[in-house]
Nanobody, 115 residues
């Protein structure tokens, strides 16, 4: 099983980034997918979640209207489009897969928002 995140980096405040998470080794379309983040000295928090078929999405209040989660089950990939980025969005972003029996984490990708 692998979840491989990509797309992180350094961006100025107000900028955009698109994260991707490529899954392998399990039936991607049967798992709900989420993005979490963990800033230095803080607990890991849920950022956004999408159901297995992509019909329902949820976001934490601080990212509503700025972040958009989507998935392509044909490509076994989940995305997080982030716009209007703020310094407080700086964190390691993790991809997470879950169903009733199993859950898997990616290794994380660093997002730094700074001028």
């Amino acid at each position: 099983v692998q979840l491989v995140e990509a797309g992180g980096g350094l961006v100025q405040p107000g900028g955009s980034l698109r994260l991707s998470c490529a899954a392998s080794g399990f039936t991607f379309s049967r798992f709900a997918m989420s993005w979490y983040r963990q800033a230095p000295g803080k607990e890991r928090e849920l950022v956004a979640r999408i159901t297995s078929a992509g019909a329902i999405t949820n976001y934490i209040d601080s990212t509503k209207g700025r972040f958009f989660i989507s998935r392509d089950n044909a490509k076994n990939t989940v995305y997080l489009q982030m716009s209007s980025l703020k310094p407080e969005d700086t964190a390691v972003y993790y991809c997470y897969a879950r169903n009733v029996l199993f859950d898997y984490w990616g290794q994380g990708t660093q997002v730094t928002v700074s001028s």
